[in-house]
């Protein structure tokens, strides 16, 4: 007897994925069928062990796939399935040309489940790593609605705008934690290596020491001695503090506490309306329930407090209000934003001024990054200079004392 890993349908049309024993793979079918269960795809377990973990990771079929990688893939599948190629046919070609090893063999593996009878959707669902819910959900309404290919054009200009975004916060904060490390690096340094220099001299003085010469004295042996036990410190409140923003109470108040914050706050909030507002008008545009869409839409917001705004909201939607009034209560979302929702929904163009929000709030926060980016320059540059020059005066004052008492 050998075990298997199946896929199969319902008789509703529901996939089932499961495991069973059977002396080969026609027998396992004979039951699944007797089971009422339609197989789709039947396949022995692999037993994994330390080799076949290694030899897997050398190969390249683990691994994260980038969403560059997979805005690409996006947009080539919508070209091609516009361009009439199958279904099969350019799952193929993209496997091909595709320069990720991960989502190569992930491509293969929709491929070979789409062949044998799975729907696209289907297979997608099985990656949640890679293709998320909305992806996915996008995908199953376009099947049904016949417009795979728009909707795939959609889902890449989404993602596009997405990975700018991404890349333009990534290039404003390089900066300053560059600054950080350097700062930190050089303090080190000086603590390390110039400190100990100046101490031997000062213990030969008769003068007393000033106050900051004497805790940067005491804060260069501490690290010295005790070098192992702080970087263990260290690193134990580096994963204390990960745990606690993990936990839910901690992280709503701390995503509380950083929409007060000037300059940042402005910009979490009008990334979290951007990532709403565009989530929301891309299930609207083809045609999930409303309460769905609010749901996955609040999924994609990483604030904690936007997330709560948005599952109240679909509560008191599901009870038979209109969504503008919730978000108005939760005062967490802009005047502008309540409003234009409030008119769309009116109106019957909720999806064209969810549009209009995300335009304009796209260039709001490019803007504010913008603005962010010609701030932190001057602040980290005094913060270096600050932090450097401070070490520096400390281990010269005793020497002006040391003038004082020659006098």
């Known amino acids: 007897m050998a075990n298997y890993v199946y896929r199969a349908r319902s008789v509703r049309g529901e996939l089932v994925v499961g495991e069973g024993e059977a002396e080969n793979v026609r027998e396992l079918a004979i039951k699944l069928r007797g089971m009422s269960l339609y197989p789709v795809r039947i396949e022995e377990k692999k037993v994994s062990s330390f080799l076949t973990m290694s030899l897997t990771k050398k190969e390249g079929t683990g691994g994260k796939v980038k969403l560059k990688d997979l805005t690409i893939f996006t947009r080539q599948f919508a070209t091609m399935i516009n361009a009439g190629l199958s279904l099969s046919t350019s799952l193929t070609v993209l496997s091909e040309q595709t320069e990720s090893k ?25 990656f949640p790593n ?42 404003a904060m390089t900066y300053p934690i560059t600054i950080l490390v350097i700062s930190l690096a050089v303090t080190f340094g000086l603590l390390f290596f110039l400190v100990p220099t100046f101490a031997d001299m000062f213990q030969s003085m008769d003068a007393p020491l000033p106050a900051p010469t004497a805790f940067l004295l005491g804060l260069s042996n501490i690290l010295r001695e005790n070098f192992l036990v702080v970087a263990l410190v260290i690193v134990a409140l580096v994963v204390v503090v990960m745990r606690l923003i993990k936990n839910p109470k901690i992280k709503e108040k701390l995503d509380a506490l950083l929409l007060k914050i000037p300059v940042f706050g402005p910009i979490i909030q009008k990334n979290a309306v951007v990532s709403f507002t565009t989530t929301l008008a891309a299930q609207v545009r083809t045609g999930v329930p409303i309460l769905e869409a609010l749901q996955l839409a609040g999924q994609t917001i990483g604030n904690s407090v936007f997330r709560k705004a948005i599952d109240d909201t679909r509560i008191r939607v ?78 010269y004052l005793p020497i002006f004392t040391m003038f004082q008492y020659i006098k």
Request: charged share 25%.
């Open 318 to 395: 599901r009870e038979g209000e209109r969504i503008a009034p919730p978000l108005k209560e939760s005062k967490v979302f802009p005047a502008m934003v309540i409003h234009m929702i409030s008119i769309g929904e009116e109106s019957g163009s909720l999806e064209q001024m969810l549009t209009k929000i995300t335009e304009f709030y796209e260039k709001e926060v490019a803007n504010a990054i913008e603005s962010l980016t010609s701030l932190i320059e001057p602040i980290m540059l005094v913060f270096l200079g600050g932090l450097v020059g401070g070490v520096l005066i400390s281990l």
């Open 130 to 171: 890679v293709f998320s819910k909305l992806y996915t959900n996008m995908v199953r309404a376009a099947e049904a609605s016949g417009t795979l290919d728009e909707t795939l054009e959609r889902l890449a200009v989404t993602l596009e705008k997405q990975e700018e975004l991404r890349g333009k916060l990534k290039s």
């Open 102 to 126: 991960a989502l190569k063999n992930i491509i293969k593996e929709v491929q070979k489940m789409v062949d044998e009878g799975s729907s696209l959707s289907d297979a997608f669902e099985q």
